[in-house]
């Protein structure tokens, strides 16, 4: 009866070598430009580590988690948020408040806040900054918007985007003057009272047609003249009785003093 042959242990070592071989090779010539922006993206967190330690560790705790009674936790938050509520001048925060203010000085460069976002990023899954093209609102359309923002928007922020008062201190800031990204960033995130808007509610053309109607807003300006904080009938009417009827009394008790 004829032996079998056996296999050689060196060509099982040998068949190993050459399949690492032309793994490695394959990867190499695929993914350079993917491994080069992992490293770069590894350095934009490591810097927005370093900055978010120097900077925001003091309320939200060095691991981002939060301390009780200063700051919450960012887990979760994405990139969105970080760069709304720090490209808003929102963040930091000068003094703790029932609300953080908008309209003040950006205390960050767009790179910082990048760096930044990128860090509390890596907390947890969250919002990413929209690309451009669902935050441009020439893109959008301005009627279909409108129908949006009133059903959605208008009872906290009116009708005509000034803002109007909430409970407990807090308010609904202007809509008129903010940048189609940093709108988008609002209504994925929910900052402070505000709800999400995520794509399940509103997608993302939807959320670029209300950018639209926003800007389209702006551009209309105010024909009729003063628009005494854009508020609606109350104040105008308001306007009408305390002015315009103070001034007829006035003339009319004037013109009584005359003919006496």
Not at 35 to 58: H, I, Y
Not at 201 to 225: F, Q, T, W
Not at 233 to 241: I, K, N, Q, Y
């Amino acid at each position: 009866m004829p032996k079998l042959s056996r296999r050689h242990p060196a060509a099982i070592a040998l068949l190993l070598m050459l399949g690492l071989l032309v793994t490695g090779t394959a990867y190499s010539a695929v993914a350079p430009k993917d491994a080069g922006a992992s490293v770069a993206a590894a350095d934009n967190v490591e810097q927005g580590k370093k900055l978010f330690t120097a900077n925001c560790a003091n309320c939200h705790g060095t691991n981002g988690l939060g301390i009780e009674g200063a700051g919450p936790s960012l887990a979760g938050v994405g990139a969105a948020s970080v760069d709304f509520q720090m490209g808003t001048g929102r963040m930091p925060m000068a003094a703790p408040d029932v609300q953080a203010p908008g309209n003040i000085r950006v205390k960050f460069s767009d790179e910082e806040i990048a760096d930044i976002g990128a860090y509390v990023a890596t907390l947890g899954a969250g919002p990413a900054v929209p690309p451009e093209e669902y935050t441009d609102g020439a893109k959008g359309d301005p009627g279909k918007g409108g129908e949006i923002f009133r059903v959605n928007c208008a009872m906290c922020h009116s009708s005509a985007g000034v803002g109007g008062a909430l409970t407990r201190g807090k308010d609904a800031p202007p809509v008129i003057g903010v940048s189609g990204k940093h709108i988008y960033e609002a209504m994925v995130t929910g900052p402070q009272s505000m709800p999400v808007f995520n794509d399940t509610n509103l997608d993302p053309e939807d959320k670029r047609d209300v950018i639209a109607y926003i800007e389209a807003m702006e551009d209309a300006g105010s024909p009729g003249g003063n628009p005494l904080g854009g508020y609606g009938p109350v104040p105008e009417g308001l306007f009408a009785w305390t002015i315009g009827l103070g001034l007829l009394v006035a003339a009319a008790v004037w013109l009584g003093q005359k003919s006496a």
